[in-house]
DNA sequence: CATGAATGAGGTTTCATTCAT
DNA sequence: TATGAATGAAACCTCATTCAT
């Protein structure tokens, strides 16, 4: 299933840690300048290779597109999953926008990248991007879900209402220098916060115990 | 201050008339393939023109790019304005709200394609087309503020609403290949605006009121 | 003989003035810009007229070089023989060194234009250019040879000092911003001709007495 | 101040020796076919190299140009000081002009070259050039204003002797068809030089001793 | 006779990829 | 394993020339 990608090194630790530094300054100037105009020779460089040395850890330019999805396939749903252990389902989707929201930051520039050069992915790689961002809304939504199914939450759309939490998150990554200028990264977590809650808690009040701590 | 773009031809109609088609079918080609990967052959081609023939209207591949922002600027928030005139602050933010997602519906290409391919465009249009965001966003703002003081809404932060009013509607054309399997558009609208407005009204029933007609 | 450029034309008169004015203008843009990087377009218009109808008076852009070769071979050979007549051979050469140099001065551009795009032209019309500057060489060289059987001049080699004459005409339109610097035309003409006098003439006295009319 | 030309190439010595072709190759095929009707490809062949390899060394076309501008810029006005030392000025000056002519023999593809092409290179280049051409008539100026300062010379216009000097030795190479069908190199300077003499020179007499050798 | 839109071959330049060393 | 020179297809763009109107 995973694409296998032509190296020339039969050591694989090498490829590894060759494939990294590739994947990390491709990820660099491909944000500066684009995938297109950006050069072999540039890349390259910019990994204190030769042009040659590069091809021998991956098959062609394409190849860097692949190997940046698959380095930024965050397992972080698994990050949210633990801090669902045992507490109430209120503050479980308060932990997991913060969560979220902050792995928006962190991961801002992969994700500037994606919504850009998506279209130079194969197909499959397409497919593979476009199922994450699924799979980040339906994890809201199924925690959405639950708690209406407590009686915590009220909501006519659960899909809208985790769709609009996932795209503010990236919002955040994708149009920060505007956002910047008016929030930091906290007050546009607690202020968005409040917002879905608003929108979906039945009984506000909970809101103003917790944020108060 | 509007750049102009090269032509051998004097006759003004045929100008128009050719760089129209020019922008249509680069439009088309650009969304499938990106700007790099689509060629002046392939978008003559598309054109029914050849290559010289097209150089006759447009100076350089990259005025097309020009010309697309030209084409897209979109004066809508008079519209908007003509909607404001006597009816109360929140009938006019649904109003809004209305014509500003349907807009996001009908400009889904344009947006699309600036979104990804703003790093092609001259410093120039990436400043005009940044602006034409915000101004978006800061129309939202003055509605909702102006809803404040006149005792209709309660908000913490207005710009963040609009933000997130804006971004909704580009949202609707960036991903709808995602929202469509869920809600029409005439669905979407209503539910956003219905929580936006339980997000912001102080008395909901307002709300209800008018959604009845 | 004279090759013949294609008219779609049949009023010869018409020909004539068009072609008198194409190439009044392609010797002004080919001076500024080099035969290959003026474009029939910017001809055309130069001209007042558009490429097609331009088109009609003319077979190809490369039959402008030979119009232009044609409008300058001026007869001024026979002009000189005029100002042979009955006056001694001394004041003779004399004469045409003033005419000749005049020429050189009316005539610079054309001069510049030949000896810069001599390489465009066809083979037979670059020798027919070749041949003009050899006739001019000729011309001097059998009036000093004159000069020397009538005991008037002794040189070593008249073929030599003719062409010297001829090239230092040419020199004074070919460099004339530097020459300009330091002599008016009628400057030049005098201390040229003084040098000349002063190599071949075996009584120099006569050049001094003519020399103060 | 020395522009810079771009190369991918870290290898000094390879980068010197395959310009070093470039230019040679260039200089045939300009000579040939002027600088606008020569093709890279031709060109790229002519170098035994295919277009991709030549674009290694130089960054652009006109780059060329300035190559072949710096692979001219003699400094043959040092190897005339050296023959300047203990002579008298009457024998420097006949050193010099014999020197010079030689120069203008061995250099006369790129006279020629320069004559004609010097439109297509930049204001920068076309200045170094005028200067250098300057540069060689004030050179034999000062050498006769001497010789006038020390009694041996006498002359009305010591620039333009000078002048005429230097376009007669540009002559030799510029006509050289015309001329060698005369003259040999040998005899050419030798005749030259005795007319320069004889138009300078107090007492002729000298010139006869030396040339006795 | 004039217009000027269209053609399309051919120009310069770039760059992903290979391969001899 | 690394180097970097070479390849050559293909990109953008120009412009002499034709031809329907």
């Known amino acids: 299933m995973p694409k296998s990608i032509r190296t020339y090194s039969t050591n694989g630790e090498l ?24 050069t072999i ?51 479980a989707l308060k932990d997991c926008i913060k969560i979220y929201y902050t792995w928006c930051n962190d991961a801002a520039d992969n994700n500037i990248f994606y919504n850009r050069e998506i279209i130079n992915f194969s197909v499959a790689d397409r497919r593979t991007r476009l199922k994450s961002q699924a799979d980040y809304i339906q994890f809201f939504e199924k925690l959405i879900k639950k708690g209406v199914s407590e009686g915590a939450f009220k909501v006519k ?8 939490i996932v795209m503010q998150g990236f919002d955040w990554g994708l149009r920060r220098w505007f956002l910047r200028s008016f929030f930091t990264l906290d007050k546009y977590i607690k202020l968005q916060t409040e917002i879905v809650m608003g929108i979906i808690l039945i009984n506000p009040s909970t809101k103003q115990l917790r944020s108060n701590k």
């Not at 290779?49 to 940046?68: C, F, N, P, Q, W």
């Open 15 to 38: 490829v590894k840690e060759r494939r990294s530094l590739i994947v990390k300054q491709a990820l660099k100037l491909f944000l500066q300048k684009g995938y297109d105009r950006t």
């Open 41 to 91: 020779r540039e890349l390259a460089k910019s990994c204190g290779m030769t042009e040659g040395a590069l091809y021998r850890y991956i098959g062609s330019k394409d190849d860097i597109l692949h190997l940046l999805l698959l380095d930024t396939t965050v397992a972080f749903i698994e990050d949210f999953l633990k801090g669902l252990g045992e507490i109430n389902t209120v503050d």
């Open 157 to 164: 759309s659960p899909i809208l209402v985790a769709h609009n």
